[in-house]
């Protein structure tokens, strides 16, 4: 077993989108809880944010007070999100998909998707993205597939393994932290949380000590001026 690398100095939200307001106990929070436990214990700070314990308005505006909302909290949850290296989105099944929060949280991330970085990419360049499903109903891998997909689309970076979650007997019974409900124990999700947590952390890791991603080919303020020599051309070689 090799030495764990130097993580210390690395930064994490997770944004939990269960539909319970606090102080409610959210299952979810205990796979939330298990993933921030092993990067606290490497050093790596930690944000949790309960989603619906915040007045986020509906929209895709950056901040959506400037499009006739009164209030709205998620400029302060985004500003949180762009200082983090990693960004994990956690939530419950329902009808067999991601909850409206979550959806809601996906729809924010993207009003910042035309942000750009100090090297003229997309502003989500170089930081890495996962999720974790709890529920009592079939769907992790579908939830997933969205959340993941929506992430890469503006800017993240997916790691392999990037999904865990943990459901039990399909149909309805016990959840995640309820009692004998044998998912604290459950050695297939317990892998899958640490391979997540780890594969999150190294890539974010190797993206801060390479500087992120390489600024070549894909800056928009570049593409922008005008210069498109370095693509969309088949003769560029």
């Known amino acids: 077993m090799t030495d764990a690398p130097d993580f210390s100095g690395l930064s994490a939200v997770f944004i939990n989108a269960t539909l319970k307001k606090s102080p409610e106990p959210s299952n ?7 993933s921030a436990d ?7 700070a930690v944000t949790e944010i ?56 996906i729809e924010r991330l993207y009003s910042a998707s035309g942000m750009l970085n100090d090297a003229g990419q997309y502003a989500f360049y170089g930081k890495v ?18 959340i993941l997909y929506s992430m890469q689309h503006v ?20 959840s995640y932290l309820d009692p004998d409900s044998g998912g604290p124990e459950n050695d297939f999700t317990n892998r899958n949380t640490s391979f997540m947590t780890y594969n999150l952390m190294h890539l974010a890791k190797a993206f801060r000590d390479a500087g992120g991603i390489p600024a070549f080919g894909n800056q928009r303020t570049v593409w922008d001026s005008g210069v498109h020599e370095f693509g969309a051309n088949p003769e560029y070689r």
């Open 28 to 34: 979810t929070d205990g796979l939330v809880t298990m």
């Open 38 to 44: 092993i990067m606290r214990r490497h050093g790596v």
């Open 50 to 105: 309960r989603a619906i314990d915040h007045p986020i308005a509906s929209g895709v505006y950056p901040d959506m007070t400037e499009h006739g909302w009164e209030v709205d909290a998620w400029p302060e949850i985004l500003d949180q999100v762009m200082a983090a290296e990693i960004l994990v989105l956690a939530g419950p099944i329902w009808l067999g998909d991601n909850s409206s929060i979550m959806k809601q949280v």
């Open 129 to 146: 993205g996962g999720c974790v499903i709890t529920g009592n109903e079939d769907g992790i891998k579908h939830c997933a597939m969205n």
């Open 155 to 174: 800017g993240y970076t997916i790691p392999p393994q990037a999904d865990a979650g943990w459901i039990g007997e399909a149909g309805p019974g016990p």
